[in-house]
Nanobody
Framework: EVHFVESGGGSVQAGGSLTLSCVYS?????IGWFRQYFGNQREGVAA????????WYGDSAKGRFTIARDASKSTAYLQLNNLKPEDTAKYYC????????????????WGQGIQVTVSS
């Protein structure tokens, strides 16, 4: 079973940046980042295959967010740039072996989530 320690959330002004980190333990072939607003469905933000580093992005992330992993540190990162108020959400990392990389129901293990708040 995979376990996570997530960090890096916080409050920033619009246009600012944050780096989210997800330290994982246990085996997984993919780490995904998702976000959720006030009980809505979780939205796939980005995902990365740990072997090879292939990455996928949701439409809201393209051009602004970057997912990366450092296998030596068992850590996946989500770099958030040019943040907008609509990026305010709780961000989760998740582990799984998905076919649909940004589909939340294809991930089996979830972190606790970290809050990102962007003010205008």
């Amino acid at each position: 079973e995979v376990h996570f320690v997530e960090s890096g959330g916080g409050s920033v002004q619009a246009g600012g940046s944050l780096t989210l980190s997800c330290v994982y333990s246990g085996y997984t072939n993919t780490i995904g980042w998702f976000r959720q607003y006030f009980g809505n469905q979780r939205e796939g933000v980005a995902a990365i295959r740990l072997a090879g580093g292939d990455a996928w992005y949701g439409d809201s992330a393209k051009g602004r967010f970057t997912i990366a992993r450092d296998a030596s540190k068992s850590t996946a990162y989500l770099q958030l740039n040019n943040l907008k108020p609509e990026d305010t959400a709780k961000y989760y990392c998740a582990a799984g072996s998905p076919d649909r990389m940004l589909a939340a129901d294809e991930y089996t293990t979830w972190g606790q989530g970290i809050q990102v708040t962007v003010s205008s």
